[in-house]
């Protein structure tokens, strides 16, 4: 079995209580492929110096946002870890040349349980949460993702967890002037799509220069760089398709990808 990495949108945390389009989306990205063996997923907000792996078997659902609705603390998703497959993560992390740390308390942030919990509500599929170095920027997320391409034909899923643009300054701005849109939201995507299908990865790891408005669409890039973690994963030139695409919450574009090995 050989299967896809993924870069899905995580949205807000209110996604969870509200997944429309998207989550269903992902319900149905998750019904397409095989099950795995176990999942590794990076979010971005999971942030350290040195790639670290949670090693843990039982994986806390962190509720890391505040000031949002009651029910939505209330959500538990009572993921198992699988210290077997997450040893196996830091070997291929240390076996790419990359310094590795370990964290076997470290539970699930809402950027990995919400898209998780969209894809497999029973909670039946082993995790393995891997951190992002931001600081590193795309070149680093993609030599992140390289790192963990072996895995994918040991029956793991590689996804990374971000959105193809966030910023929260333009979503204050949004929500208080009904029916305002921005033009950034239609063509940074399709700029990324593009590229993405060009394989053009020299455009990509320069997008900041390169994209239009993006750093419009990016203040900061860590939530963009869970992408570039699912593009390495995928070796050279894989297929790009474009699993879903809209909006939410006024600014967050929430395509989604699968890269899938050219045999």
Known sequence: MNLPSLFLPHGAPTFALRPGAAGLAMSRIA???????????????????TPTVGTGERLETIHDFYGFPAELYEIQYPATGCPEAARE???????AGLAVEEAPSHGLDHGAWVPLRQMYPDADVP????????HLG?????????????????????????????????YRIASAQPGLTFDYLRHFPNWMTEHLRQHDLDALLDYRRLAPDAVRAHPTDEHLQPLYVALGAAGERPAVEHLHTGISDFVLAMDAYAFRTMQ
């Open 31 to 49: 019904a397409s492929l095989p099950r795995p063996r176990a999942i590794v997923i990076v979010s971005p907000h999971w942030d350290t110096r």
């Open 89 to 95: 993560v830091v070997a291929a992390l240390r076996t």
């Open 127 to 134: 995790v393995v949460p891997l951190s992002l170095q931001s």
């Open 138 to 170: 795309v070149s680093g997320a993609f030599q992140l993702g390289q790192a963990l391409a072996p895995l994918r034909v040991q029956d793991f899923l590689i996804i990374g967890s971000g959105n193809i643009t966030h910023n929260l300054g333009d």
